[in-house]
Every structure is written in structure tokens, then in C-alpha cells.
């Protein structure tokens, strides 16, 4: 697959599959098109080569109905973006209400029960501009499982987060990966990446440029630009 | 009323002031009437700005364009004066008026939206996006809303430009307050100097604009807080 802004190639010929319950790692300079590549998945961008299939659904360029394939697919973002003028509650609801056409009180439900799993059941009436960094990104993670997808992905969760929140959002990640779920999580925390990933891969200027299980990866990386990066972060 | 009026303000000024709250009336029908019509006009074109058809963004844009660039007076007289002559057909002032009105608070009103619809940052239609909302339950759920909250005081600061624009409905010979002020002006009475009828005109007016201007303030002030 590939992916073009006008006449910048930002992705060339990506060749990627993952199987259920794998968990992916991918981390890169910034620029090198990893918040791009998982943006494709969920069809939040386009590309313009090649072909994506997720879950038997096949992406293609103005594709009708991009809403089916993003209801399977549950994202994070950097920045959060949780609805301001939502309450913590109503955030989890509208979507499955709007989205899943669940009544109120399924969605409340559900809603309460994904905000237990990342633990901030009693935050449920506040707004979100009241929940620390760190409150947020666990409410947006619960969002999303809301929807009940079969693949999550992170787009650097951790990155807009004060240090001493970055873990409760990692453990939240982590027990997620070890319930069984297909990830593939855009990030720069390595501790993470050795603990749960089964695979990590390096990209560089808009190309996978190695992949392979942590232990490999982390001990023996093959490519000079993959030792080089990991030498600037580790 | 009358009554009420004539022993405050004794036969003579009782008399008139009745008849400038009377008009005022009709002030506030073509105010009402502007509101409605162009804030249903303007809503419809903003959805036209910002829909995905560029033939639709581009009709939206000329229409704004163009109906922002002929001040209101002409448009008064154009639909007042220049389409009953020119087609031979009998327009009532009011039907005119009103006209002039909506098209003229319909673009006004649309890029106050277009503009608080587009202070929304990206992540938040990409945030609905991504829990597989449409487009429209997108804009209706999560856009829209807090969008609203930020135009609303320009919103409101806006029905005082058409609440006074309306005062220029006189021209075409619409029976509002501007009319009867400019009437009973004219009327070569004694105690009706337009020194003293216009003030009363203005304060009448400004008893309209007022609360709305504080209003406004206050919707202002409780969005900052938020």
C-alpha cells in the first residue's frame, strides 16, 4: 500500500498483515508515517496504491461507507479528544447510541462498565476538562471498547501526558493486551513494547524498515537506521 | 393602555406614544420575521459551505458574497420598489420587507456559524469519525453543540443589527415605528418637533436593543467561564 500528500510519498509500498490478538508495535522518527499508516486502517485517511483489507472489509479511496469499518476498528489519539461538552458517561453512550443504535440504558451499561475496567467508574458525571491528562486517556480508551472492536489502535497515547501519568495509561494498555486484543500501538515507550508486543516494527521516511519480535528487535536490530534510533531513545 | 398612557404622559403625548408603541409592533413582527426567515436560510446555506459538494460550496459562496455586498437599502428598494414596477406586479411593503431582510440576516448569520462551526479543532470530527458516526450525526452530535455555544452571543449581538436594520423599512412604506416617528414628525403640530419624536423613537428603540446587548454580554461572560 502507499499513500501520497499531493506530491510527497508519505507511505511506500507498506506490506503488512496482522493476525487477531497479535500485538503491534511500531515507533520512528517523527515524519517516517506511522500516525499515517494506522490512520489508513480506519479509513481516517486515504491511500492511493494498493489495498487494505481489515476484518473482510476492503478499503478503497471515497469509499462509501467508511463508518462500517471504523466500528470495528477503535482508535486513541494523541491528544485524547474526548467530546468537551459530553459528561465522562455520555462520552462512552452517544457513540453506541448514535453509531450501534443501542437504547440509553444498554449504552449506560456498557458505558459504566468499560469505565470500571479502566478504573474511574466515579468520574462517570464529571466533564472531561475536570479529569487529569492521564483520567482522560483511560476515558478515551474505555470509549472506544465501548464500541466493542476487534482491533485498537494507538496513535502515541503517552505523548501529551506528564511523566507520572504515562503509566496509568501503559497499565491500562497492558491489561488490555493481555485480555487478547489485536493492537497496533503508535508509541516511543519501549518498556511497553519489550512487555507486550509480539512485534515491533521500525519505520523510516515512509517504509518498514525491520520487524520483529521485541527480543530481536531490542538485542539485534539489522538495520543501521533502527540501531541508530534506538540508540538516540534507549 | 390609553387610559394608562393619557394619565402619565396627559391627552396630547399619551395619544402619541400610543401610537409609536402600536407601530412598534410591527417592528418587532419584521424583526421576528427576519430572524426565522434568515436564521433558517442562514442554517441551510451553512450546511451548504461546509458540505462536501463543491458546486454546493460554491453557490453558498456567491450567494453570501453577494447578498453581503448590497447594503439593505437597495435591497429595499430593489424588491420594494424595483420588482413591482418592473414586472408589473403589486408587492405588499410587509411581503418586501421581509424579503429584504431575511436575505440580507440569511448571510450575515450563515458566516457567523461557517466560522464557529470551523473554531471546532479536527480531532473532534475525527474523534466522531472514529466511533463510526456519518458525517451528519457527526455535525448533529458533537460539532454542532459546541458550536452553538460559541456563536450564540454574535448570534444574539447580531438580531440588534436587524432589529435596528429594520427601521430602514420605512422607505418602502412599511407601517413600523420608524414610519409613524417620521409620520407624526411631519405633522406640523405643536409638541411634535421631530426634536422631541425622534428621541422618543430612539428611546423606543433602544428599549428593544438593550436587553439583548446585555444579554449577549452575559452569554459571553458564561462562555469564557466554561
Known amino acids: 500500500m502507499s499513500k501520497w500528500y499531493d506530491d510527497f510519498q508519505v507511505l511506500k509500498d507498506i506490506d503488512l498483515s496482522v493476525a487477531f490478538g497479535e500485538r503491534i508495535v511500531i515507533c ?31 478499503l478503497s479511496p471515497g469509499m462509501k461507507n467508511p463508518e ?28 453506541q447510541q448514535r453509531a450501534l443504535k443501542r437504547t440509553k440504558a444498554e449504552a449506560r451499561e456498557i458505558g459504566m462498565r468499560f469505565l470500571e475496567r479502566v478504573k474511574i467508574p ?57 485480555s487478547g486484543m489485536t493492537m ?24 518498514i524498515v525491520e520487524s520483529s519480535d521485541p527480543e530481536a528487535f531490542f538485542s539485534n536490530p539489522q538495520h543501521p537506521r533502527t540501531k541508530e534510533f534506538l540508540g538516540q531513545i534507549l | 393602555m390609553t387610559e394608562l398612557l393619557n394619565s402619565l404622559f396627559g391627552p396630547f403625548y399619551g395619544n402619541m406614544i400610543g401610537l409609536l408603541l402600536s407601530a412598534t409592533q410591527w417592528t418587532i413582527y419584521l424583526s421576528l420575521a427576519a430572524f426565522i426567515g434568515g436564521g433558517l436560510l442562514g442554517l441551510m446555506l451553512t450546511v451548504l459551505k461546509i458540505s462536501p459538494l463543491k458546486p454546493l460550496r460554491w453557490f453558498a459562496t456567491a450567494y453570501i458574497w453577494l447578498f453581503q455586498s448590497i447594503p439593505l437599502l437597495m435591497l429595499l428598494f430593489l424588491l420594494g420598489l424595483g420588482i413591482p414596477v418592473f414586472f408589473q ?37 475525527e474523534a ?25 452571543p454574535s448570534t444574539v449581538g447580531f438580531m440588534i443589527q436587524v432589529i435596528k436594520g429594520t427601521s430602514m423599512a420605512y422607505i418602502i412604506d412599511y407601517n413600523d415605528l420608524m414610519r409613524w416617528g417620521k409620520k407624526i414628525a411631519n405633522s406640523q403640530l405643536d409638541g411634535a418637533e421631530p426634536f422631541i419624536v425622534f428621541p422618543i423613537v430612539a428611546l423606543i428603540y433602544f428599549c428593544l436593543c438593550f436587553p439583548l446587548s446585555l444579554w449577549s454580554k452575559h452569554l459571553e461572560k458564561k462562555m469564557v467561564l466554561t
Open chain 1, 184 to 207: 497496533l500501538c503508535v508509541t516511543h515507550e519501549m518498556g511497553f513494547a519489550r512487555k507486550v508486543a509480539d512485534r515491533v516494527i521500525f519505520m523510516d521516511a515512509g517504509k
Open chain 1, 122 to 178: 466515579e468520574q462517570s458525571d464529571k466533564y472531561p476538562r475536570q479529569l487529569s491528562g492521564g483520567q482522560q486517556q483511560r476515558v478515551a480508551i474505555a470509549r472506544a471498547l465501548c464500541m466493542e472492536p476487534k482491533i485498537m489502535l494507538f496513535d502515541e497515547p503517552t505523548s501529551a501526558l506528564d511523566p507520572e501519568m504515562v503509566s496509568e495509561v501503559l497499565d491500562t494498555m497492558i491489561e488490555l493486551a493481555e
Open chain 2, 128 to 152: 466522531g469519525k472514529a466511533v463510526g458516526l456519518t458525517f451528519i450525526q457527526n455535525l448533529w452530535w458533537i460539532i454542532a453543540p459546541q458550536a452553538l455555544r460559541i456563536a450564540t
Open chain 1, 28 to 58: 520512528g522518527p517523527s515524519g517516517s508515517g506511522k500516525s499515517t499508516l494506522i490512520r489508513c486502517l480506519n479509513h481516517l485517511e486515504e491511500h492511493q496504491k494498493g489495498s487494505i483489507t481489515v476484518n473482510d472489509i476492503s
Open chain 2, 89 to 125: 406586479i403589486d408587492v405588499p411593503a410587509w411581503l418586501a420587507a421581509g424579503t429584504a431582510l431575511t436575505l440580507f440576516t440569511s448571510a450575515y448569520m450563515s458566516e457567523v456559524w461557517r466560522g464557529a462551526l470551523e473554531s471546532i479543532p479536527q480531532g473532534q470530527w
Open chain 1, 68 to 95: 462500517k469499518v471504523r466500528r470495528e476498528v477503535g482508535m486513541v489519539f494523541q491528544s485524547f479528544n474526548l467530546f468537551p461538552h459530553l459528561t465522562i458517561l455520555e462520552n462512552c453512550m452517544l457513540p
